[in-house]
């Protein structure tokens, strides 16, 4: 069964820490894997990686994909108040099917 | 704003009684999704509709009834509902025939009593 894998569950940090999010992921028929930020309701779009290796970037947001290890990791650096939200790990298989994750909550203190 | 709305935002219903939750985009998309999101659980795909027609069943009860007259527009019926069926519903939109995001509506918070 096609499964994807956030971890931590929650994190609390401080106003300026950086944090690592992780996505482990086994999906049978994968064709790229998606970051979301969930605030309130509608989750927002953030990355999609399809290329090992390569990472992408949106400011203070960044995250690489590794295809042979099944994983990827989202960082945010000097982290503010508002990037308190859940982040979504989604892979998207051949059907264009997404597979969502667990979510990691952000808590982020001032 | 994604250019994705649902309406209602909140929607509390009894268990014998009929309700429908809409979808529209402005996007031009031609996928439209419907997925639900309990407490504590990952984001579960239950419809999949390409151009119209339904390519997806995610192994979803009867008692949901979706409906989609164009591309546009996404309905799902509501009827005869349990209590566990409270969650948020999100529906979703994307192009078609190629490896791109999906945009995601606020979402209704459904509550069945």
């Known amino acids: 069964e096609d499964k994807v894998v956030q971890s931590p569950l929650s994190l609390v940090v401080h106003e300026g820490d950086t944090v690592t999010l992780n996505c482990s992921y086994e999906?049978?028929?994968?064709?790229?894997l998606l970051w979301y930020k969930q605030e309130k309701k509608a989750p927002t779009f953030l990355f999609m990686l399809t290329s090992s290796g390569i990472e992408k970037k949106s400011g203070r947001l960044s995250s690489i994909l590794d295809k042979k290890e099944l994983f990827s990791i989202l960082n945010i650096t000097a982290t503010q108040t508002g990037d308190s939200a859940v982040y979504l790990c989604?892979?998207?298989?051949?059907?264009?099917?997404?597979?969502f994750g667990s979510g990691t909550r952000l808590l982020v203190r001032p | 704003e994604t250019g994705v709305t649902q309406t209602p935002r909140h929607l509390v219903m009894g268990m014998t009684n009929k309700k429908s939750l809409k979808c529209e985009q402005h996007?031009?998309?031609?996928?439209m999704y419907w997925y639900k999101q309990s407490a504590k659980k990952p984001l579960e795909l239950m419809f999949v509709?390409?151009?119209?027609?339904?390519?997806e069943n995610n192994s979803v009860p009867s008692r949901f009834s979706p409906e989609c007259p164009n591309s546009s527009h996404l309905f799902l019926h509501l009827h005869t509902l349990q209590p566990e069926d409270s969650a948020l519903y999100l529906c979703?939109?994307?192009?078609?025939?190629?490896?791109?995001?999906?945009?995601f509506g606020p979402g209704t918070r459904l509550t069945v009593t």
């Open positions: 999906v049978t028929n994968f064709r790229s």
């Open positions: 996007l031009g998309h031609n996928a």
């Open positions: 989604a892979v998207m298989d051949s059907s264009y099917k997404l597979i």
């Open positions: 979703a939109s994307s192009p078609l025939g190629g490896s791109y995001e999906q945009y």
């Open positions: 509709y390409n151009f119209k027609e339904q390519t």
